[in-house]
T-cell receptor, first 115, second 118 residues
Framework: DTGVSQNPRHKITKRGQNVTFRCDPI?????LYWYRQTLGQGPEFLTY????????KSRLLSDRFSAERPKGSFSTLEIQRTEQGDSAMYLC?????????????FGPGTRLLVL | AQKITQTQPGMFVQEKEAVTLDCTYD???????LFWYKQPSSGEMIFLIY??????QNATEGRYSLNFQKARKSANLVISASQLGDSAMYFC???????????????FGDGTTLTVKP
């Protein structure tokens, strides 16, 4: 396993700009999750893919956010017209079901700062 | 209502001693999973240990063990023989409604910052 990778690791942008993050899951993991984590808090669920299908979206995911997972491999998370409140760590996780256990393995995250 | 409660914002432990990090949870599901993750200052969430709701024995992984008390809805993490490298934020998480078709998102607590003193 090479682990979950995320790019970029850090992103600084100006308010109103669009940003896109990429997540490459562990190979053979068919499930992929996006979370957002603000300082001093635990991660909060944003959205989830099983293969290429986006099966669940949190109410936190406003219409400025869009996520895709073409071909069921890597995923992208785009934020349009960024706001200062979007500043956070964006974490990606992937998983594969083994019996009753399904552990999510996280990537290193992308830290976004909106000025 | 909070689904995952970690009541200790910060904990200190002397190197080589054991420490218990508390976690209580709230769910009406019969099938669920409980997880602990470690997050060092670098930001990456590192999986430590898993406990299934139907598991009769407490989970153990090396120096980590999970004290699972189902009736009390608690899933405390015990770290034995603490090391300086254990200093980090620790998160308890729960995934509800586990089934073959339902992957289930994880709900996280707000974490406990553990500092290991030399």
């Amino acid at each position: 396993d090479t682990g979950v990778s995320q790019n970029p690791r850090h992103k600084i942008t100006k308010r109103g700009q669009n940003v896109t993050f990429r997540c490459d899951p562990i190979s053979e993991h068919n499930r992929l999750y996006w979370y957002r984590q603000t300082l001093g808090q635990g991660p909060e669920f944003l959205t989830y893919f099983q293969n290429e299908a986006q099966l669940e979206k949190s109410r936190l995911l406003s219409d400025r956010f869009s996520a895709e997972r073409p071909k069921g491999s890597f995923s992208t998370l785009e934020i349009q017209r960024t706001e200062q409140g979007d500043s956070a760590m964006y974490l990606c996780a992937s998983s594969r079901k083994l019996g009753q256990e399904e552990t999510q393995y996280f990537g290193p995250g992308t830290r976004l700062l909106v000025l | 209502a909070q689904k995952i409660t970690q009541t200790q914002p910060g904990m200190f432990v002397q190197e080589k001693e054991a420490v218990t990090l508390d976690c209580t949870y709230d769910t009406s599901d019969q099938s669920y999973g409980l997880f602990w993750y470690k997050q060092p200052s670098s930001g990456e969430m590192i999986f430590l240990i898993y406990q299934g709701s139907y598991d009769e024995q407490n989970a153990t992984e090396g120096r980590y063990s999970l004290n699972f008390q189902k009736a009390r809805k608690s899933a405390n993490l015990v770290i034995s023989a603490s090391q300086l490298g254990d200093s980090a934020m620790y998160f308890c998480a729960m995934r509800e409604g586990l089934s073959y078709t339902n992957a289930g998102k994880s709900t996280f607590g707000d974490g406990t910052t553990l500092t290991v003193k030399p």
